[in-house]
């Protein structure tokens, strides 16, 4: 199976602050790459799949990139509703598509 | 609108049977592939199973494998998770998803399973 590993676990950052998030995959997995965001009771919510193309209706300041191993979602200036925990999931393995432990984004 | 609404959650004792249900609505239900996902309570996300668009192929994770069984309903727009031999490590949310295209774009609310003597 496909492991994905993201680092950092969690952060603490500002409003305003750049952020980056990054999962790394035991194999390549070409762009085959999905970000999500879950806040505390919540469902998670896609924002990029196929490693950089934006879901409809999230913000801009959202940005996904990478290829083979090595992907990074980037928060360019955080905002308040953005502190949640991030997840990537791998989609190259036919629907068994295995997530990262998740990096939780705290406030500072 | 695209809405999944699962049910069947609840407690059960370890070595016992669930049958979790999601019921579609807004979508044409027999184009895309479903999942489960669950998550324990503070913990990260973990794929657990996914079934194709005609249900001909399903497909698990190796933690489940053996014990759950997905299937669905295209008739009535459900898909639905048996999960037999339940341990206390399957206590989780367990939520049903949308596949399309490679990605889960449509999650229901979760239903909460709780395996505890």
């Known amino acids: 199976d496909i492991q994905m590993t993201q680092s950092p676990s969690s952060l603490s950052a500002s409003v305003g602050d750049r952020v980056t998030i990054t999962c790394r995959a035991s194999q390549s997995i070409s762009t085959s790459l999905n970000w999500y965001q879950q806040k505390p009771g919540k469902a998670p919510k896609l924002l990029i799949y196929?490693?950089?193309t934006l879901q409809n209706g999230v913000p801009s300041r959202f940005r996904g990139s990478g290829s083979g191993t090595d992907f990074t979602l980037t928060i360019s200036s955080l905002q308040p509703e953005d502190f949640a925990t991030y997840y990537c999931?791998?989609?190259?393995?036919?629907?068994?598509?295995?997530f990262g432990q998740g990096t939780k984004v705290e406030i500072k | 609108d695209v809405q999944l609404m699962e049910s069947g959650g609840g407690l059960v004792q370890p070595g016992g049977s669930l049958r979790l249900s999601c019921a579609a609505s807004g979508l044409i239900f027999n184009s895309y592939a479903m999942s489960w996902v669950r998550q324990a309570p503070g913990k990260g996300l973990e794929w657990v199973s996914g079934?194709?668009?005609?249900?001909?192929?399903?497909y698990y994770a190796d933690s489940v494998k053996g014990r759950f069984t997905i299937s669905r309903d295209n008739s009535n727009n459900a898909v639905h998770l048996q999960m037999n031999s339940l341990r206390p490590e399957d206590t989780a949310v367990y939520y049903c998803?949308?596949?399309?295209?490679?990605?889960?774009?449509?999650w229901g609310q979760g239903t909460l399973v709780t395996v505890s003597s």
């Open positions: 998803a949308r596949v399309t295209s490679y990605y889960c774009d449509y």
């Open positions: 999931q791998q989609s190259h393995s036919t629907l068994v598509y295995t």
């Open positions: 196929f490693a950089s």
């Open positions: 079934i194709g668009n005609s249900g001909a192929t399903t």
